[in-house]
């Protein structure tokens, strides 16, 4: 890829898993009977009883330093129990606020660590927001991150008898000198078990994670983990860019700094290289970051432009509404969104009370709905078209004109009204999105906001 291109554009910008996105919401605090107003809206304009429903599980026994999640670390388990009981006094409130029983049609465990969590603990959590002893999987997408390190063949079992199918396993990079550097110790002997494991019992779509851009990584390293992932053939591979942000997230303990991290070019190379490796063995690639085996659903629904973007990345389940539980989740009705507490301590606190542990959030306008249309195209499809019957029209002049730099680089092409990121282009969707986004004015600083693009 050329130099100058990505150092033109390899500048701070959002990943739009929201838009708008976070540092631009308008409402903190936000009160809980707006944002149930807005799920209200959502019944009434969609007019579907189909939720999502993401469960944050914070804790990790051990910091991995590259990471950007809430999370707390600690070794006592004795905090299980308690959070699994504010998560479902939780999800009775939101029944009980909204007065109607959803439907789950998706769910997913994210973290933090949610294998940190012993098996019976995860099922007596599923089974109180299911009320059910087991759901069937050809209805309900239930799907869990999960450490390699302590996923244990219980914890695989009995999440499989429940419905479980879909299986995420965090691998970052087998490099140990990368792992040392990001406090991530795994060998591909423990990910192989858990992996083989998981197959032989019938998971039907498991996903490795990886990260290039890592401190200390190298063009070799990125070539044998991705050698070793071939191996064991996951359905679905995640190949994201790490997101250096310390101003955020702070130091940790690691083991590292920033001359160790790859340059803009070494660090697209590397993407590079994964990819060629990875449609090279029938991978296709699927929106940013992402690619899926010709079989699995994720591979289909971008191939059917049903794909959908929504916090817990991408997914084949377009709800409309999707209800964070735990800690620091976010929920999202489509005409809001909504962030818990983002302690422990004070999400328990305020479930204890009896209240919504909504703290901040955003109420989005008219406009913000059409823009956040046309980025969620973007993002899933490549593609987006500007509404005819829009009242925006002079918003539309101004980002085609915005848009003339990416069409003069080859990058998009505006047919009309129809914009369309070319293959060379994708590499830079998430700028293509930045220039659609209308909190981004033109040279405003956001070093401090946002990770690189590339």
């Known amino acids: 890829m050329d130099k100058q291109i990505i150092d033109k554009y390899n500048v701070p910008g959002p990943r739009y898993t929201s838009y708008p996105t976070v540092p631009f919401w308008k409402n903190d605090p936000l009160w809980s009977e707006d944002w149930l107003a807005t799920i209200q809206r959502n019944k009434a304009y969609f007019n579907s009883s189909d939720i999502s429903v993401y469960i944050h599980l914070p804790f990790c026994e051990s910091l991995c330093t590259f990471c950007g999640c809430h999370k707390r670390i600690t070794k006592n388990h004795d905090v299980e129990s308690p959070y699994i009981n504010a998560v ?3 999800w009775e409130m939101y029944q009980e606020k909204l007065n109607n029983d959803p439907t789950i049609r998706e769910l997913h465990f994210g973290g933090g660590t949610p294998t940190f969590f012993a098996p019976n603990e995860l099922i007596r959590l599923l089974q109180g927001l299911f009320k059910a002893e087991k759901v069937d999987p050809e209805f309900v997408e239930l799907s869990i991150e999960a450490h390699p390190n302590n996923t244990t063949d219980e ?10 199918r879909r299986l995420s396993l965090g691998i970052q990079d087998y490099s140990p000198v990368v792992q040392k550097a990001i406090h991530r110790i795994q060998s591909f002997d423990q990910v192989k078990a858990v992996h ?6 019938g998971y039907k779509s498991i996903s490795h994670d990886l990260v290039f851009g890592l401190p ?14 071939l191996e064991l053939r996951p359905d679905r591979i995640s190949l994201y860019s790490y997101a250096h942000v310390p101003w955020i997230k702070g130091n940790g303990q690691r ?17 590079e290289k994964a990819k060629a490796m990875l449609e090279a063995q029938g991978y296709m690639e699927i929106g940013m970051d992402h690619f899926a085996l010709a079989h699995d659903d994720l591979a289909k629904a971008f191939n059917s432009k049903n794909l959908h973007r929504n916090f817990m990345g991408y997914t084949t389940q ?4 999707m209800i964070g539980l735990g800690m620091s989740s976010i929920s999202d009705s489509w005409f809001g969104f909504a962030q818990n507490d983002k302690s422990v301590e004070g999400y328990l606190e305020q479930i204890e009370k009896g209240q919504l542990p909504v703290f901040r959030g955003h109420l989005l306008s008219e406009l913000d709905v059409e823009i956040r249309t046309y980025i969620l195209d973007l993002m899933c499809h490549f593609e987006t078209e ?12 101004l980002i085609k004109k915005r848009l003339e730099g990416m069409i003069s680089d080859g990058l998009v092409v505006l047919d009309g009204e129809k914009v369309t990121v070319t293959p060379e282009g994708i590499p830079f969707v998430r700028n ?17 906001m946002f990770s690189q693009t590339i």
């Open 255 to 271: 083991g590292f700094d920033e001359s160790d991290l790859p340059k803009s070019e070494i660090k697209r190379a590397l993407y």
């Open 155 to 164: 914890h695989l079992t009995e999440l499989y008898k429940f419905g479980f």
């Open 386 to 397: 500007f509404k005819s019957d829009s009242t925006f029209k002079e918003v539309h002049a």
């Open 216 to 229: 200390k990584q190298t063009l070799e390293d990125i070539i044998d983990t991705v050698t070793k992932t």
């Open 88 to 90: 479902l006094k939780e």
């Open 196 to 201: 083989d494991a998981a197959r032989k019992m």
């Open 432 to 448: 293509c999105c930045m220039i659609f986004d209308q909190d981004l004015e033109p040279n405003r600083k956001l070093e401090r």
């Open 318 to 321: 377009d709800t409309n509404l």
